[in-house]
């Protein structure tokens, strides 16, 4: 399947999907995408920018929502054209299907960082366990899903939404150098 000016799907590089939860506001939505198209270009692994313009707050109508619809639009339209890289508009998220869903043809993404996500784990937002994004991204990876979805912050402890459960930016290179050998050797066997 081609998205932007690449492939995703059987056969294709892994893929990498991250940014912030929420657009916390254009400046910083604009910095993470310039900072995380130049760590996707340095480990050679294409980049789909992603940040929910409005969340739906499931653990607390206190959490902050993002710029809303228009706002967020308009924001994601300027990433897309200053730094070149798509969006994304759906994820299905099942860590058991993997090998299931691969069998429909379409491009398989792991959805990691809400994955070690604890729904009302800080009382009124949700928690996290961080410390399993590494492990979860490896195996995923090594089971041959087609991309890594992940929410990333420079700092985690700030982020106005799920930040008990993002990457912390600078630890994305080392993950990537991690995630691309295990990739290549995967997509060298015939798995059926």
């Known amino acids: 399947m081609s998205i932007g000016a690449f492939r ?22 604009l910095k993470m995408a310039e900072r995380l198209v130049k760590i996707a270009a340095k480990a050679k692994v294409p980049l789909i920018f992603k940040a929910s313009y409005d969340k739906a707050n499931r653990s607390s109508v ?12 308009e924001i994601l339209r300027e990433i897309k054209a200053r730094f070149r890289v798509p969006g994304y508009n759906n994820l299905v998220v099942d860590m058991r299907s993997f090998p299931i869903l691969a069998k ?6 792991f959805d990691v960082t809400h ?3 604890l729904p009302g784990g800080q009382g009124n937002a949700s928690g996290g366990e961080p410390e399993f994004i590494e492990p979860l991204a490896r195996a995923g990876t ?12 420079e700092r985690p402890e700030r982020a106005l939404s799920d930040g008990s459960n993002a990457l912390r930016l600078d630890r994305l290179p080392g993950l990537l150098a991690k995630l691309k050998p295990i990739a290549k050797l995967v997509r060298s066997w015939s798995l059926s």
């Open 104 to 109: 429909t043809g379409c491009p398989v993404v």
């Open 62 to 73: 206190r959490s902050f929502r993002g710029p809303g619809l228009a706002g967020g639009l």
């Open 115 to 117: 994955s070690v996500q």
């Open 142 to 153: 090594a089971v041959g899903v087609d991309g890594i979805f992940l929410e990333v912050h």
């Open 8 to 29: 995703i799907g059987a056969g294709e590089p892994l893929v990498l999907i991250a940014g912030p939860c929420v657009i916390e506001n254009e400046r910083h939505a």
